[in-house]
């Protein structure tokens, strides 16, 4: 009954450092996503991939790459972290695009 | 572009209170419409939703009803209780935006026993 399980759950960087958030979920959907949630400013779309083999930026993508490894796990990666990358990062994931999104239980990354 | 709008928090009522959390939104088309919940340290999870207008979701003793006319989807319980206290997430998709989640800010809700 895992659902969707995020690694690491909180990290510390020094500038310039990178590093890959891992995402994996088991209940077989089909589309995945990378959100940042950060103070006052609700939840904000860093990527999706609506399916295997495909990704799409969503709305504050620069700064972050990702890679959907097979239908289970969507990483995340910071090729050089800044210290506006300090937020909280949750991986999601959903049947189709339209339907109920499950939320892992976040990573908390600090950049300093 | 489409928007949500929500009461800013943090919201705090006593035990046994009625709960309105006030959430609007712009958007073109009909959009679906959800509440979702974030405990402390936890991810977050869907509470309700409604896809189209005049629809009421409900949950848990928690209720919202699409309002077309109003552009509102505003979330409701009778009586709250202790373990009520989270971040109460507004939020709205459309088909034509690949179903892509546009979110409120969060209202913080506080329940003193």
């Known amino acids: 009954n895992a659902g969707v399980t995020q690694t690491p759950k909180f990290q510390v960087l020094k500038t310039g450092q990178s590093m890959t958030l891992q995402c994996a979920q088991d209940m077989n959907h089909n589309s995945m996503y990378w959100y940042r949630q950060d103070p006052g400013m609700g939840l904000r779309l860093i990527y999706y991939s609506a399916s295997e083999g495909t990704t799409d930026k969503g709305e504050v993508p620069n700064g972050y790459n990702v890679s959907r490894l097979n239908k289970r796990e969507f990483s995340l990666r910071l090729e050089s972290a800044a210290p506006s990358q300090t937020s909280v990062y949750f991986c999601?994931?959903?049947?189709?695009?339209?339907?109920?999104?499950?939320f892992g239980q976040g990573t908390r990354l600090t950049v300093v | 572009g489409d928007s949500v709008t929500q009461m800013e928090g943090p919201v705090t009522l006593s035990e046994e209170a009625f709960l309105t959390i006030n959430c609007t939104y712009t958007?073109?088309?009909?959009?679906?419409l959800f509440w979702y919940v974030q405990y402390p340290g936890e991810g977050l999870q869907l509470l309700l939703k409604?896809?189209?207008a005049d629809d009421k979701g409900s949950n848990k003793g928690f209720e919202a009803t699409y309002r077309k006319e109003t552009t509102s989807f505003h979330l409701e319980k009778g009586s709250v209780q202790v373990s009520d206290s989270a971040v109460y997430f507004c939020?709205?998709?459309?088909?034509?935006?690949?179903?892509?989640?546009?979110w409120g800010a969060g209202t913080k809700l506080i329940i003193k026993p």
């Open positions: 939020a709205l998709s459309r088909w034509d935006s690949n179903y892509q989640l546009i």
């Open positions: 958007a073109t088309g009909y959009p679906s």
């Open positions: 999601a994931s959903s049947r189709t695009e339209n339907t109920e999104a499950f």
């Open positions: 409604a896809t189209k």
